[in-house]
């Protein structure tokens, strides 16, 4: 446990994730608990190349570091850390041993693999699989007898960035309707939903709410959008791969949004962006702890049942603006 004696020592902070998406987004209420809680600190957050549009523009970090080959000189030309916090709760030999090259007096990480005695010095407990990814961070903040700020993750995009995604749409689809947004593909195939169902949940959305449709992809994932356009009977716009803060930027027009159980689901999630959330694998316990969207799934999962989660979702937020 950090000596609260010691708290006005804690000036520099580094917290380290290199990881996915939905990883990296579900720290964000730690960010923010941690400046609130050390409001003249200075945070710098190391993460995967991929995860840094994220992270942009977040008024709780100071500096972003990309985890690249040369990640361990830029650390090493930074004043020496008083804080260092390894996010990753199912190990990580190289995001310990950057905790441990910061030279940080408190270095915090979880008991796994062998990684806590060589580069922590404070246990970090997090029952993976009991409580949800965002628990799990929040948890740090007990060793710091800090208290959280809830549970929002966030995203801060830009007037700018939106106001471009609002331009790109015009024409495009129908003013004055709803949009509802459909990302149906990821990287892993299990969570995946089959094309044909993600098609007839498109067209009943369609006939029974009159809305704009936007099938949503990422990069490699033009195969998957494409079957689904080709097995709708209604008018579909397919979006094309973009950059990720674009991407976000046209996620922030839906009205709704439906994905599986990855990335773009968070993405939805920290914008504000009421999402059904698919999980035909996996746990909506730890995946899903959010307001303002609903989770539903099964390895059988109809298209019936989604749109019981989607209607149930929309008598809480009233469909009708």
């Known amino acids: 446990m950090v000596n609260m004696k010691n708290r006005k020592d804690i000036k520099r902070i580094l917290l380290v994730r290199v990881a996915k998406l939905g990883d990296v987004l ?26 840094v549009p994220l992270l942009e523009n977040n008024p709780y970090i100071d500096l972003l570091l990309v985890s690249r080959g040369n990640i361990h000189r830029l650390l090493a030309k930074e004043k020496q850390f008083d804080l260092a916090i ?4 199912e190990g990580n030999r190289p995001a310990a041993q950057l905790v441990w090259l910061s030279g940080a007096k408190f270095r915090i990480g979880r008991d796994i693999r062998g990684l806590f005695e060589q580069f922590h010095n404070i246990k970090w407990d997090f029952s993976l699989g009991k409580e949800s990814m965002i628990d799990g961070y929040l948890n740090v903040l007990k060793l710091l007898k800090l208290k959280d700020d809830g549970k929002k993750t ?12 609002s331009n790109y749409l015009k024409g495009k ?16 195939p299990t969570k995946l ?67 599986v159980d990855a990335g773009p689901m968070h993405i939805a999630q920290a914008l504000e962006v009421p999402v059904v959330g698919l999980f ?9 702890d959010y307001k303002g969207g609903v989770p539903v799934g099964n390895m059988e ?6 749109l019981g ?7 809480s937020t009233k469909l009708n603006r």
């Open 26 to 51: 579900f720290t964000t209420p730690l960010i923010r608990a941690l400046k609130k809680g050390f409001p003249s600190s200075h945070i710098s957050y190391i993460t995967s190349p991929y995860a």
């Open 86 to 89: 390894n996010l990753h709760g």
């Open 154 to 165: 966030e995203m801060f995009l830009t007037n700018k960035e939106r106001k471009a995604a």
């Open 173 to 188: 689809i129908r003013e004055n309707k709803l949009v509802i947004g459909l990302h149906p593909d990821c990287d892993v």
């Open 193 to 259: 939903w089959e094309d044909a169902k993600w098609a007839e949940l498109a067209d009943r959305l369609i006939k029974q709410y009159d809305v704009n449709i936007l099938l949503l992809q990422g990069p490699g994932e033009a195969k998957v959008v494409n079957s689904i356009k080709k097995r709708m009977q209604e008018r579909a716009l397919i979006m094309p791969p973009v950059h990720l803060r674009k991407y976000a930027a046209l996620v922030s027009q839906c009205d709704y949004f439906f994905a």
């Open 280 to 288: 035909i694998t996996t746990s909506p316990k730890v995946w899903f």
């Open 301 to 306: 999962l109809s298209v019936d049942e989604v």
């Open 309 to 315: 989660a989607f209607d149930s979702m929309v008598n």
